[in-house]
């Protein structure tokens, strides 16, 4: 058992090097006693001034319990001579999130009071968002994602330091008896969310149900899965990822690592790309298997595709893809303008350019309206030698796959008349019927420009 001193010793040696003199923090606050005991060490070490306690309502619970919460909450931060900031969540924006998330209740209040933070740690000028997860919330971490298959990165656990997010977690080395010990000793009280002990919840249920029966029958069971944990942390500390860049990573160098090494590497270029979205098991084997056969290919779903080409592998959002997909501007071809497209880049027309390689058009040829969307499957062009897709023609440019649908392309009401493959690194083309041999110059220029 840890006394009052050295309870304060561990946690000031879990932020100092963190930390500046100056240094202000954000305490996510719930009232619980893991978070409360988090405010009250805090408090301690680094003085009231320094220190911004946010509680986050997420209007899911009784309007009594939340209001008996907050009041006590509130007079807690008062003995501490801190005040509490709330911010409260609209009703139902819990179960919108959790519905176009599809991760359950869980997965969305955290998005949401994580953002949140993240707003207040702006708004206040604060270096850190401490959080109170402790060494119970690890071994609860690692059993969930043995129970649900998750990869072997998740094993890792919960990290003390999370520089993206601005994260950390100090409270990592004590156990939640620790904490309650701790409180009970400086005669605080702490609230109980009602919610803790639903067992639909899958990490109530691994808390009150697995744990302890798996303690039971085996001995040691927590301090074992600790054990794994910090093996799976150091065996990927010690991994060298290959780094990530513009989505996508040298195919060599990924397939000279060792399985840690090619693992770590996918989920960082999965994190570059999707940010907290988890990467599905099932996805990384299949990924995994086509980085071994080396050849160019494509694998994922509507969540995600994994592109091998020409000694890289890219990655794809296709969500992100529907602001390609969805594109589409009616134009006006005799008169100069610019149209800005998705992807920062923009179309204009009647430019003063005088690069022979740039498109010339007669607008006169234009059947009907002409429009400006991105290239698609099934889309072909007639060119001088013949019918071609323009897929297939993008590729043949060396495009690279994920790049192949964030072409532009214009279109009239009988066909495709032009396609911009300069953007990307490849050529412009346009229809046939545009072809001629009379002054190009005197015909309006397009052109499509990134940046």
């Keep these: 058992m840890f006394s009052l001193n050295s309870i304060e010793k561990v946690f000031s040696e879990a932020i100092v090097k963190y930390l500046n003199d100056d240094s202000k923090v954000l305490v996510a606050f719930s009232g619980g006693c893991d978070s409360l005991a988090l405010l009250v060490l805090c408090s301690k070490a680094l003085g009231a001034d320094r220190i911004f306690p946010v509680y986050v309502n997420h209007n899911i619970r009784e309007s009594a319990e939340?209001?008996?919460?907050?009041?006590?909450?509130?007079?807690?931060?008062?003995?501490?001579?801190l005040e509490l900031i709330v911010r409260t969540l609209d009703p139902g924006m819990v179960r919108s999130l959790s519905d176009i998330r599809k991760g359950g209740t869980e997965d969305a209040a955290r998005a949401l009071r994580y953002e949140v933070l993240e707003d207040e740690r702006r708004k206040n000028g604060c270096d850190l968002i401490l959080t109170a997860h402790h060494k119970d919330d690890q071994v609860e971490t690692v059993v969930m994602h043995l129970r649900s298959g998750s990869p072997m990165t998740s094993l890792r656990g919960i990290s003390v330091y999370d520089e993206k997010r601005f994260l950390l977690r100090p409270l990592l080395g004590l156990s939640r008896q620790n904490l309650e010990s701790y409180l009970r000793r400086l005669g605080f009280s702490w609230s109980q969310d009602s919610t803790n002990e639903d067992e639909r919840f899958r990490?109530?249920?691994?808390?009150s149900s697995i744990v302890p029966k798996a303690e039971k029958a085996w001995p040691g069971f927590e301090k074992e899965i600790l054990n794994l944990q910090h093996q799976a942390k150091k065996a990927f500390e010690e991994a060298k990822p290959v780094i990530a860049k513009d989505a996508s990573i040298n195919l060599d160098e990924l397939r000279?690592?060792?399985?840690?090494?090619?693992?770590?590497?996918?989920?960082?270029?999965?994190?570059?790309v999707f940010g907290n979205k988890d990467l599905p098991m099932t996805l990384l084997d299949r990924v995994l298997d086509a980085v071994c056969e080396g050849r160019d290919c494509s694998v994922g779903s509507n969540l995600a595709v994994f592109h091998i080409y020409r000694g890289r592998l890219y990655l794809q959002d296709p969500e992100k893809d529907k602001a390609y997909s969805?594109?589409?501007?009616?134009?006006?071809?005799?008169?100069?303008?610019?149209?800005s497209l998705p992807g920062n880049m923009k179309l204009s027309i009647g430019t003063e350019d005088k690069n022979p390689l740039l498109l010339r058009m007669d607008s006169a040829k234009f059947k009907g309206r002409p429009i400006v969307r991105f290239a698609k499957e099934g889309d072909f062009i007639?060119?001088?030698?013949?019918?071609?897709?323009?897929?297939r023609l993008l590729q043949d440019m060396k495009?690279?796959?994920?790049?192949?649908?964030?072409?532009?392309?214009?279109e009239d009401e009988k066909e495709l008349c032009a396609v911009f493959g300069s953007v990307f690194g490849g050529k412009d083309r346009i229809c046939v019927k545009f072809r001629t041999s009379l002054a190009p110059n005197d015909f309006p220029l397009y052109i499509v420009t990134k940046g």
Excluded at 203 to 207: V, Y
């Design 66 to 81: 939340l209001e008996k919460e907050i009041a006590l909450n509130k007079d807690n931060c008062r003995k501490l001579g």
């Design 203 to 207: 990490r109530n249920e691994i808390r």
């Design 256 to 272: 000279e690592r060792d399985l840690t090494g090619r693992v770590l590497s996918l989920y960082n270029l999965w994190d570059s």
């Design 326 to 339: 969805d594109f589409s501007k009616e134009l006006n071809p005799c008169e100069k303008q610019t149209i």
């Design 382 to 391: 007639r060119l001088k030698d013949g019918k071609k897709m323009v897929l």
């Design 399 to 410: 495009i690279p796959p994920h790049l192949r649908t964030h072409v532009p392309v214009i």
